[in-house]
């Protein structure tokens, strides 16, 4: 597609549950970014995948967090045993590896009760 | 970790009124972006900057590139009511590493 895409858009979930986000990067970008942005609150890194390379995952909050990227395209960030606490937008953000300029995608606005 | 000040954190501004907001940090960074984000959407880029120095515009915005490295502003001629929103700056230390401000909330009363 022309940009990144998130799914879904929306996820409303009960505290303990696990969700899955879903993240499709511009299409040949090798770089991709999780981060998460709380109410009224700039962007937190959360982790970074480039090629081929280990995942950067020094931004994940706990270990309930996890990310994987398969084939270097899609990606999925999970969520293990929500908290509250969590409820944010998760966003994701690609960029090639000859630019630095990162692409995000429209987010996905994780609600946890 | 590495921290952006931005500001300042929230503006209200009458229409046709010109907007600067800058970031400052105590890194050097080799890339400064600024980014403007619409209530429930993604951030979108409107200008890099790679060099020292560099003035950039992109019609009615003008951002430039600090000369210590450590600073960027953004200025934002003879607004609209289409400018609001939340303007974040980011700043690139190197490879993966971007670290981004905490967001300028600009309102444009018509």
């Known amino acids: 597609g022309a940009g990144v895409s998130q799914s879904p858009s929306n996820k409303v979930t009960e505290k303990g549950k696990d969700v899955e986000l879903r993240c499709d990067p511009i299409?040949?970008?090798?770089?991709l970014y999780w981060y998460r942005q709380s109410l009224g609150q700039g962007l937190e890194f959360l982790i970074y995948f480039q090629g081929n390379s280990a995942p950067d995952k020094s931004g994940l909050p706990s270990d309930r967090f996890s990310a994987e990227r398969t084939g270097g395209s899609v990606s999925t960030l999970t969520i293990q045993r929500t908290q509250q606490e969590d409820s944010a937008v998760y966003l994701c953000?690609?960029?090639?590896?000859?630019?630095?300029?990162?692409?995000f995608g429209p987010g996905t606005r994780l609600t946890v009760l | 970790g590495q921290q952006l000040n931005q500001s300042p954190q929230s503006m209200f501004i009458q229409e046709g009124e010109d907007v600067s907001m800058n970031c400052t940090s105590s890194s050097i960074f080799n890339t400064w972006l600024w980014y403007k984000q619409d209530p429930g959407e993604g951030p979108v880029l409107l200008i890099a900057l790679y060099k020292a120095g560099e003035l950039t515009s992109n019609g009615r915005l003008t951002a430039q590139f600090g000369i210590t490295r450590k600073d960027s502003f953004l200025n934002i001629s003879a607004s609209i009511p289409s400018d609001v929103g939340i303007y974040f700056c980011a700043g690139q230390l190197a490879g993966n590493q971007f670290y981004f401000g905490t967001g300028t909330s600009l309102t444009v009363i018509p």
């Open positions: 299409s040949g970008h090798t770089a």
């Open positions: 953000a690609s960029s090639s590896a000859s630019l630095d300029e990162q692409f």
